[in-house]
């Protein structure tokens, strides 16, 4: 009896594809940027992120700061969940164990997020990352154009986290300019165009998180904060395997 093997295998076997994964991994990218990365005609990357996206391991979501462009991204828990179904498929022994926690984090992780009015994006992304790395990380957010702390990114972190940021300070991103970090991730589109240079060179990694302020509804907010949280525990373990 012929068996097919899963569809996912064949999805993120080609090579192109991979590349694409792996690099949407870092970073959320635009066309033109997994065009130059991959070496490939913007033709052909389009097409395989075009496979991807109807696989549901990409999603694509239109820019704040031009909606003529779109920012793709990586599905890195429906990702596991298939390769991990796949692996399983092929002996039930080679289901991957439950993680026993978050991972440790080197003591020299210094990581800044940044969005415009740092009042409720960042400051989120700050405190998650405090919360879940612990004392081995040290978290930062800015914007560049500072507003008050929005009572539902205070609300939504209460109620859904049990974290209190009330006490957190809103900062500008001028206050951080020529300090030093490993890591400087951007969670707004328009910020992303405007980011100065920081000094040694550290890894810049972009999120294109709409503002739910911008929304303005507590729905909003929820999702915000639960999209932070997933990809906040991702990324501690990509901050361990740097050790």
Known sequence: MKVKPPDV?????????????????????????????????????????????????????RSSADRREAYYRIDLVRCGELLADAAAALHPGLRPAPPAGEPGVSPTARVLFLCTGNSARSQIAEALLRHHGGEAVEAFSAGSHPK??????????????????????????????????????????????????FPGAPELIHWSIPDPAAEGEYPAFERTAAELDIRIRFLIHHLASED
Not at 30 to 54: K, N
Not at 158 to 186: M, N, P
């Open 148 to 197: 008050r702390l929005h009572p539902s990114a205070v609300l939504v972190m209460r109620e859904q986290f049990g974290i209190d940021i009330a006490g957190q300070r809103v900062k500008s991103l001028d206050e951080f300019t020529g300090r030093r970090f490993d890591h400087v991730i951007s969670l707004c589109d328009r910020l992303r165009e405007v980011c100065p240079d």
């Open 9 to 61: 295998l064949a999805l993120a076997g080609h090579e192109l594809r991979w590349r694409l994964l792996g690099e949407l991994a870092r970073s959320d990218r635009q066309v033109h940027e997994l065009t130059d990365l991959i070496g490939q005609p913007q033709s052909l990357v389009s097409y395989h992120l075009g496979r991807l996206r109807a696989g549901g391991l990409v999603a694509a979501r």
